[in-house]
Antibody
């Protein structure tokens, strides 16, 4: 069965960087894109960017451009999301999700809590 | 970017009632690449409707999606206790994917 398993919770200081992972299994990794979506406490969902599993092509949110980097290790069927220059406003839960081109996000990871605090 | 505005922000209803949630886009969604997600506390969102009107696996036929262009709806007929959650709309047509701010469906 399709699974996306994310890395564990992180606590970072302001100005630091964080790198999260999303291990995919149960499907052909190269045939889909992996997207990253975050949720600030008590707020809605914010799309951050995506990577195509096969080609490694990426696209980022304009708001986060320059601070976010999405990569993948196709041999390990794992996607990564790195976010730099962290502030308290980056505190939240970060999700990875598989996108089926015409059908949105059909599978999601369990989420990773990132806390930015001095 | 395409801004999605959901209404209302919160709805208080009783089990058994029916409801229609709305989402309006700031630009026309030409290909109908539009989805609805359900999120319960402490959980990841779940895909409910994709392609504006196609029900995702695991959701019963009391859930239905409709609309086109800039106006989309999610209808739930005969609310069950497990349906009370936050619902988000999403457009995945443009390069910059966007979500609505969510509608909270709570038990009266």
């Amino acid at each position: 069965q399709v699974q996306l398993v994310q890395s564990g919770a992180e606590v970072k200081k302001p100005g630091a960087s964080v790198r999260l992972s999303c291990k995919a299994s149960g499907y052909m990794f190269s045939a889909y894109s992996i997207h990253w979506v975050r949720q600030v406490p008590g707020q809605g969902l914010e799309w951050m960017g995506w990577i195509v599993g096969g080609t490694g092509e990426t696209q980022y949110s304009e708001k986060l451009q320059g601070r976010v980097t999405i990569s993948r290790d196709a041999s390990a069927t794992t996607a990564y999301m790195a976010l730099s220059s962290l502030t308290s406003e980056d505190t939240g839960v970060y999700f990875c999700a598989r996108r089926l081109t015409v059908a949105g996000y059909d599978y999601w990871g369990q989420g990773t809590l990132v806390t930015v605090s001095s | 970017e395409i801004v999605l505005t959901q209404s209302p922000s919160t709805l208080s209803l009783s089990p058994g009632e029916s409801v229609t949630l709305s989402c309006r886009a700031s630009q026309t969604i030409t290909r109908g690449w539009f989805a609805w997600y359900q999120q319960k506390p402490g959980q990841a969102p779940r895909l409910v409707i994709f392609g504006a009107s196609n029900r995702a696996s695991g959701f019963p036929d009391r859930f239905s999606g409709g609309g086109s262009g800039t106006d989309f709806t999610l209808s739930i007929s005969g609310l069950e206790p497990e349906d009370f959650a936050v619902y988000y709309c999403q457009q995945y047509e443009s390069t910059a994917i966007t979500f609505g701010q969510g509608t909270r469906l709570e038990i009266k």
